[in-house]
């Protein structure tokens, strides 16, 4: 397919971005010392807090490996995102409230205090790499899906994506990140409703929808063992939860300004992963039923189904809406890499250069050394994005869920149970994460689909997709079971501890166990300040979107642009008004 942009695109695309940089410099103001610049100070209001939750666990992979889902086999997909709504439920329901009432600035820091200081450099040494791994992932996949579909460089898009987001990192912080976060579900919401109506329109409506798509693939095609997809179903529902109640991943709250801030945010986040798959994958199962050889489209794709989201708005959107589409899609990958970006260099400082190099570091200094570590890490994601770049040749869908499968539950395990199970040795937690890694290379190397169909004894060979679905089965089952039995019997083993560590655990679960009040953080003027800041914000961008009706387009096209602009003016409008009295509540 030949994909002409527009130069009405290329100025949306370019005036997002400077747009995304001017967060950076207004929110600067904000950082007085560490806790502002890596987790805001503790003083966020609850939209901020659960938009930037729901954008960190949204990335592009939603607009392209997702929707290649969607596009094979329909509806299934929407279990990812049911079981990060019921994430989030949980989290709303006990771990928002855990984790910021851990009254910590990094979560590696509550896992010192949880754990002692080995956990701690253990934590912090997997964690970096870990981060900045999964960050150039997310580069990567973006610099070969537009380098494919738009004829984009893949260097230039991985170079200049990832330089915006380490200029709003190192500016504005913590501060800057979780307003972009908020800014960008703004974006992101609108034009989502507007691709799917326009894909519905062409497609002839919801009953065409239903009726035209293939009907084996609302519960999946190409497969011989159905019972696997049920199995399947379950084990993502796992998989989700771990990754979004646990130490690590539940960190995202302690922005939020108190307890009952921390806890709304993660309902809306819930809310949020409820409504938005209900119109993110309405354009790729269109795209199954008008275009079912996206081949032929994108040959230069290696997983061409991976455009089908694109693809239908390509043919359907109005001219300038497309660069929307494209800040929408930069939008979630920018949000996931400025939040671990953030994360990191908060880790860095904190639990290795203040307690092992500078333990008598300023917090003048303390903050000039975060600045330096996110522009060293942004660096390093930028490259690893670059040089990632066979990654292409790996469905970015089963390459997302069997990373989260082999690397990231290992070390989750023990960072649920952390905070529920209290008597267990300090070395329960890294002992549990270095036998996980080692049953995941186990699981990679030597349980292939074909050992389990002979060990089996199964007749038929598993399909392409079965053998993904099944190396994330193993992977999460198996890590999950004998990750839990390390660390729930390590109890067995477990000695009283020295009175100061036994201190430090007991004054830790307490902590847990009280509510943050908001006249603890003293966040009354930053409540006003970032709502009106915010609102601001979104009716500069409300009306540029606003001002794009006048770009030449049939009717229906600028009645879109008018209602993506209206929106984020009223929004914005809202915020302005309340910034001037109290914060949204």
């Not at 030949?2 to 009405?8: A, Q, R, W």
């Not at 609302?218 to 979004?244: C, E, H, M, P, R």
């Not at 994330?472 to 390590?490: D, M």
């Not at 655990?505 to 300040?529: I, W, Y």
């Amino acid at each position: 397919m030949d994909v002409t942009l527009t130069d009405f695109d290329y100025g949306v695309v370019a005036f997002y971005f400077l747009f995304m940089l001017a967060i950076g410099l207004l929110f600067r103001k904000f950082i007085g010392n560490t806790s502002d610049f890596f987790r805001g100070g503790g003083q966020m209001s609850w939209w901020m807090a659960g938009s930037s939750a729901f954008m960190v666990q949204f990335s592009a992979w939603t607009f392209t490996g997702a929707a290649s889902k969607a596009y094979q086999d329909g509806l299934l997909v929407l279990v990812i995102f049911f079981g990060n709504a019921v994430g989030f439920l949980c989290n709303y329901w006990y771990f928002a409230a855990k984790c910021r009432q851990s009254r910590v600035v990094t979560p590696v820091e509550a896992m010192r205090i949880r754990f002692g200081k080995t956990a701690e450099q253990v934590f912090t040494w997997l964690q970096l790499p870990i981060g900045t791994l999964y960050a150039g992932i997310w580069l990567n996949g973006l610099g070969v899906f537009f380098s494919a579909v738009f004829g984009f460089d893949i260097e230039t898009t991985v170079l200049v994506t990832g330089l915006v987001v380490l200029i709003l990192s190192v500016t504005g912080g913590s501060w800057a990140v979780v307003a972009s976060d908020f800014m960008q579900v703004l974006v992101l919401m609108p034009i989502s409703v507007v691709a799917a109506f326009f894909a519905l329109k062409e497609v002839g409506g919801i009953g065409e929808l239903v009726e035209r798509f293939p009907a084996d693939r609302f519960l999946g095609g190409d497969t011989n063992y159905s019972t696997l997809i049920w199995i399947w179903v379950v084990v993502i529902l796992l998989k989700q939860f771990a990754s979004t109640n646990n130490l690590m991943d539940a960190s995202r709250y302690l922005c939020a300004r108190d307890t009952k801030e921390a806890r709304k945010g993660a309902l809306l986040a819930s809310a949020l992963f409820i409504i938005g798959p209900v119109v993110w994958f309405v354009p790729p199962m269109a795209s199954a039923i008008l275009y079912p050889d996206l081949g032929e489209m994108f040959p230069q794709l290696k997983n061409p189904e991976e455009a089908s989201y694109v693809a239908i708005c390509i043919m359907t959107l109005p001219a300038g809406m497309l660069g929307l589409l494209m800040s929408g899609i930069f939008a979630a990958t920018m949000s996931s890499m400025d939040s671990g970006l953030n994360r990191n260099a908060g880790i860095f400082v904190r639990n290795f250069y203040l307690p092992i190099l500078r333990p008598k570091a300023s917090e003048k200094e303390l903050l000039l050394a975060g600045k330096i570590s996110t522009v060293v890490f942004g660096l390093c994601i930028i490259m690893a994005g670059i040089q990632f770049s066979q990654l292409k040749d790996i469905g970015l869908f089963d390459l997302m869920l069997q990373f989260g499968a082999l690397v990231a539950i290992p070390m989750q395990v023990p960072l649920i149970w952390g905070i529920i199970v209290k008597r267990v040795p300090d070395w329960a937690s890294w002992v549990t994460i270095l036998v996980g890694l080692c049953v995941s290379l186990v699981i990679k190397t030597w349980m292939t689909p074909e050992w389990v169909q002979g060990t089996l004894g199964l007749d038929a060979e598993f399909s392409g997709r079965e053998s993904s679905d099944l190396s994330l089965i193993l992977g999460v089952v198996i890590n999950l079971t004998i990750g839990s039995a390390v660390y729930l019997g390590s109890t067995v083993f477990y000695k009283d501890q020295s009175e100061e560590r036994k201190k430090e655990v007991d004054a830790f679960f307490v902590d847990l166990n009280t509510p943050v009040e908001a006249s603890e953080t003293g966040s009354a003027e930053r409540d006003s300040s970032q709502g009106k800041a915010l609102g601001i914000l979104s009716m500069i961008y409300g009306g540029f979107v606003f001002l794009l009706a006048a770009i030449p387009n049939p009717l229906l096209g600028r009645f879109a642009f008018m209602f993506c602009g209206l929106v984020l003016l009223g929004i914005g409008y809202a915020l302005t008004r309340q910034g001037k009295g109290k914060a949204p509540a």
